[in-house]
């Protein structure tokens, strides 16, 4: 449903959408020990977004969309 193109740069973490339906879901970036550290909400019909992380830590982080997408990313 979702590609995270790589890892951050210029504290901005880029999310590519392979599908339609990504209007009106809910995100979360959860850290390594399973606290939310942001969430937020993607209206629309998108193919790309762009979220500012620069406030978050170097470390290993999650990207959830809805209840069953998620995927690993690494802020540097």
């Not at 500012?52 to 690494?74: A, C, H, M």
């Amino acid at each position: 449903m979702f590609k995270i193109t790589e890892n951050v740069k210029d504290d901005i973490l880029e999310i590519q959408f392979s599908g339609h339906g990504t209007d009106n879901k809910f995100y979360q970036i959860i850290c390594s020990k399973g606290n939310i550290m942001q969430q937020g909400k993607i209206t629309g019909c998108t193919q790309r977004t762009c979220l500012y992380v620069g406030d978050l830590k170097k470390g290993v982080y999650t990207f959830t969309l809805g209840k069953d997408n998620s995927q690993e990313f690494t802020i540097q």
